[in-house]
C-alpha cells in the first residue's frame, strides 16, 4: 500500500521561499503522475502543479514562473519550491499521486499525503 508524506511547510513573509517534500514509500510511484495541490478554508482544493508520468511538468496560471516542481528519476521524492510568496499562497499542501492519468484535477487521485501547512504573512 503506498503512501505519501509531506514536510517542508512553515510560515513566511511575502517575497520569501519555502521549499516542500513528499516522500513516496509502499510501492513504487514511478509511473504515475504526481502532484502537488492546495486547499485553504472555506475555498476547494485547487491544483499548483504536476508531473505526468512521462516527466513533463505544468502549473497553473497562479503559480507559474514562481514555483517550481520537481522529482527523483524513481519518484520516491517530490519537490516544490516556491519563490516569491504571497499572502493569497496560504494553505494547506498536499502531495498526491494517481496511476491513471488524473493529475491535472485534485478530485479522483489514489494516493494523499497529509498536508503540510504554509502561512504567508504579508
Known amino acids: 500500500q503506498g503512501h505519501l508524506a509531506e514536510s517542508g511547510g512553515g510560515s513566511v513573509q511575502a517575497g520569501g521561499s519555502l521549499r516542500l517534500s513528499c516522500a513516496a514509500s509502499g510501492r513504487s510511484f514511478e509511473t504515475a503522475c504526481m502532484g502537488w495541490y492546495r486547499q485553504s478554508p472555506g475555498k476547494l482544493r485547487e491544483r499548483v502543479s504536476h508531473?505526468?508520468?512521462?516527466?513533463?511538468?505544468e502549473y497553473a496560471n497562479y503559480v507559474a514562473g514562481r514555483f517550481t516542481i520537481s522529482a527523483d528519476n524513481d519518484k520516491k521524492n517530490l519537490y516544490l519550491q516556491m519563490n516569491n510568496l504571497k499572502p493569497e499562497d496560504t494553505a494547506t499542501y498536499y502531495c498526491?499521486?494517481?496511476?491513471?492519468?488524473?493529475?491535472?484535477?485534485?478530485?479522483?487521485?489514489?494516493?494523499w499525503g497529509q498536508g503540510t501547512q504554509v502561512t504567508v504573512s504579508s
Open positions: 508531473i505526468k508520468a512521462d516527466g513533463r511538468s
Open positions: 498526491a499521486a494517481d496511476f491513471w492519468e488524473r493529475c491535472l484535477s485534485p478530485l479522483e487521485l489514489d494516493y
